[in-house]
């Protein structure tokens, strides 16, 4: 028995951080701040080992009246980083703003992660669920796409 998926479905890109990663993350964290890059800002949370201050690129989604974190390549280190803190900060043209996060279950994330995939089209070999599936799709796979909403800390 193995795990590769049935002839006609879909399997997920697994997400592998290159040589150049870091690289990319600067060059592209840089934009975000700016305000460069449509839809990004940049995302600052603290080491949950070393307490070190963190700075990756984000979309941040807007969708149903609320914000909205999408984790496109599961839970990398910013999503471990931000479910221990329970807070992160977002930075857009130089003006920083605090916010708690709170995870979202698979119901509340579908619809979310729906949303994203037509907005972050350079994610989207990440999902199984294709642009044009039912939220429910989507919140089949809300387990390996962390979605955390953004409420204001102030």
Do not use: C
Request: without cysteine; hydrophobic residues 35%.
């Amino acid at each position: 028995m193995t795990d590769q998926p049935a002839p006609g479905d879909k399997a997920p890109r697994a997400y592998r951080r290159g040589r150049g990663h870091r690289f990319e993350n600067r060059v592209m964290t840089f934009a975000a701040g700016l305000g460069l890059i449509p839809h990004s800002t940049v995302l600052i949370t603290r080491g949950r080992k070393t307490g070190q201050r963190r700075e990756n690129p984000i979309t941040v989604l807007d969708h149903g009246g609320r914000q909205w974190l999408v984790a496109p390549y599961g839970p990398v280190p910013w999503v471990l980083n931000a479910r221990a803190a329970g807070r992160v900060e977002i930075r857009r043209r130089g003006r920083t703003r605090a916010y708690r996060v709170t995870e979202a279950g698979p119901e509340q994330a579908g619809p979310v992660l729906k949303d994203y995939v037509r907005i972050a089209t350079v994610t989207r070999a990440y999902f199984v669920a294709d642009k044009d599936d039912p939220a429910e799709a989507f919140s089949a796979e809300a387990d390996r796409h962390p979605v955390f909403e953004l409420t204001p800390a102030d």
